[in-house]
């Protein structure tokens, strides 16, 4: 069975960080794109990050530029998302999502419907 599992959300201050993490079982991350996404109350899913399958593209939104980092080990199945600098802005339930049918290296050329596993998604609050 193909799952991917997020950890490390939580409460934090602004100004905080946190790290999640995103593992996967049934299935090596190696070759697939992997993306970040976020869901704040009342608000639309919005994407977040993506890391491609080969070339290590990456991509932000320009809400977190700057203060986000995205990153694979493929060895542990896992792709991490360092938030910095955190804003109660950026509170919203967090989704790791993978791409199985690869077509292009570029992970922003994924639209949301394109991708293909989801994790159950873990709470980031960020208040004071």
């Known amino acids: 069975q193909l799952q991917l599992v997020e950890s490390g959300g939580g409460l934090v201050q602004p100004g905080g960080s946190l790290r999640l993490s995103c593992t996967t079982s049934?299935?090596?991350?190696?070759?697939?794109?992997v993306g970040w996404f976020r869901q704040a109350p009342g608000k639309e899913r919005e994407a977040v990050s993506c890391?491609?399958?080969?070339?290590?593209?990456?991509y932000y939104a320009d809400s977190v530029k700057g203060r986000f980092t995205i990153s694979r080990d493929d060895a542990k199945n896992t792709v991490y998302l360092q938030m910095n600098s955190l804003k109660p802005e950026d509170t919203a339930v967090y989704y790791c999502?993978?791409?199985?049918?690869?077509?292009?290296?570029?992970?922003?050329?994924?639209?949301?419907?394109?991708?293909?596993?989801w994790g159950q998604g873990t709470q980031v609050t960020v208040s004071s």
């Open positions: 999502a993978a791409v199985i049918k690869i077509y292009s290296p570029v992970c922003i050329d994924y639209e949301e419907h394109e991708y293909d596993y």
């Open positions: 049934g299935f090596t991350l190696d070759y697939y794109a």
């Open positions: 890391t491609g399958h080969s070339d290590g593209s990456t």
